[in-house]
């Protein structure tokens, strides 16, 4: 589904646990490891971590988030 030099590292960052994992599954259906937080906070210190790790990510995030 993917170009092989793509990004494969996601970032989902969803407080509602429902959510959270029907976007975990229709993500790695597509081929992509996903990271998951719940929260703003958690989402940007797991993001930072993967960018040091020089790995290419996406963040996917909703709108209203906590601990932000």
Known sequence: ???S????DVVLVEDNLVMSKIACIKLTEMGLEVHTAKNGEEGITLARQLV???KPILVVTDINMPVM
Do not use: G, H
């Open 52 to 54: 040091a790790e020089e």
């Open 5 to 8: 030099n793509s990004p494969r």
């Open 1 to 3: 589904l993917l170009a």
